[in-house]
């Protein structure tokens, strides 16, 4: 399957995009059934368990904690991320690393730190639409490069980009990308790194999803061949541990107290309690044991959303089927439009991630983003079965 070609032009952000994905994400947290959500099932998460931890933190901690906690963030958390770093062959230390409240705040710091308005960020075709609503916010400009649902980010067109223009730098998903689930070989990340070493570009690596892996080893990110501290490392625990949690970081040496300084002129900080009671979740329990049931569990529900896809769905349906993460991209016939098919489902409270909210133009409108996180009950079932019959109704006989 083949995603739509961009030229690396300079794109600018349509300008209706910024209400068009307020009214999406409000539908989203209010419908019924939201296959459009951008977060996991709350369901696959250890809830109980954190609350307690919480609490006994909270019991535990004395006043001064409050002070402690400030930029960059809780200590005994931050080594906790850098040990798993390490185990994963990652030269990481807990002073790379600034704690932020979620993954977002943490790329859009990274952002903020490396650039001023007006500069050229490189981002992904499709792309996760909070890198286009960062680049819109910030008043940047950018490149659209393009990502194949089965073989990744273009590379030659990557490096097109960054010799044609004066890129500062780039905003990409290595493992499990958001939309289309898809993940650069290892040989595609170190080109990757070779590349902005060679441009002197800094690589914002957005890598929220790599503890959903389906396979044996997790998958390493960009920052593993980096020799120049040129990638800024942007984890969460949202998608793999606790979901409205907002517990996320950067990893980065040498901007680390320019992005202290820049999280502490915005938000100030994150909240300690909250880094307190996950970092003794952290140390008193098994995050592991927890992962490899949540990637169990995902993945089951992936094969289940395929087979409800490939029996409900148009024949022509092209299905990528990712190795991790809890998403699903799909290519249907150009007649279909999945912005009125999502608008349709909307009236019966079911909601699509529909596809040109992936994009700065009027592209992928033939595509769709489906969340498989969710158990399949019986009402899924008939939404799913519903979003075929519309799709079928669209699409060319």
């Not at 389906?214 to 541990?241: I, T, Y």
Request: net charge negative; hydrophobic share 40%; glycine share 6%.
């Amino acid at each position: 399957m083949s995603a739509e070609r961009i030229d690396s032009d300079v794109a600018t952000i349509r300008p209706d995009y910024k209400d068009e994905l307020f009214e999406f994400l409000k539908n989203n947290s209010q419908l019924d059934i939201a296959l459009g959500s951008a977060f996991p099932s709350p369901h696959l998460f250890p809830i109980a368990d954190l609350n307690r931890h919480l609490a006994s933190a909270g019991r535990k901690s004395p006043a001064e904690t409050v002070i402690q906690n400030m930029p960059p963030g809780n200590e005994g958390l931050r080594r906790l991320i850098a040990q798993r770093y390490i185990t994963e062959g990652i030269a990481v230390s807990h002073q790379d690393i600034v704690l932020t409240s979620g993954a977002m705040e943490a790329l859009n710091l990274s952002l903020e730190a490396i650039c001023e308005p007006g500069d050229t960020v490189v981002i992904e075709s499709p792309a996760f639409y909070g890198a286009l609503q960062a680049v819109e916010r910030l008043k940047l400009k950018a490149i659209e490069v393009p990502v194949d649902p089965i073989t990744g980010l273009c590379l030659d067109s990557l490096a097109n980009a960054l010799a044609d223009n004066d890129v500062k730098a780039c905003w990409l998903m290595a493992n499990f990308q958001n939309p289309t689930g898809v993940s650069m070989s290892d040989d595609k990340k170190k080109a990757v790194v070779e590349l902005a070493e060679q441009h002197q570009v800094y690589l914002v690596e957005d890598d929220v999803y790599s503890e959903l892996y389906f396979g044996e080893v997790k998958p390493a990110p960009l920052k593993l061949w980096d020799r120049s501290d040129r990638v800024l490392l942007c984890g969460s625990f949202s998608k793999s541990l606790c979901p409205g949690y907002r517990i996320g970081w950067v990893v980065n040496r040498a901007l680390n107290e320019k992005l202290q300084k820049q999280q502490m002129i915005s938000t100030l900080a994150g909240s300690g309690p909250i880094q307190q009671g996950v970092a003794h979740y952290l140390q008193y329990e098994s995050y592991d044991n927890h992962l490899r049931k949540l990637r169990k569990q995902l993945a089951a529900r992936q094969s289940a959303f395929i087979t409800l896809i490939k029996r409900h769905f148009p024949a022509q349906t092209v299905v990528a089927q990712p190795q991790g993460g809890y998403f699903l991209w799909l290519e249907l016939q150009q007649s279909v439009d999945t912005y009125q098919i999502y608008r349709h489902l909307c009236q019966s409270g079911i909601s699509i991630g529909y596809g040109r909210l992936f994009s700065s133009k009027q592209q992928y409108q033939n595509c769709m983003r489906l969340n498989i996180s969710f158990e399949q009950t019986k009402p899924l079932c008939e939404a799913i079965i519903m979003l075929g019959q519309l799709i079928t109704d669209h699409s060319d006989n």
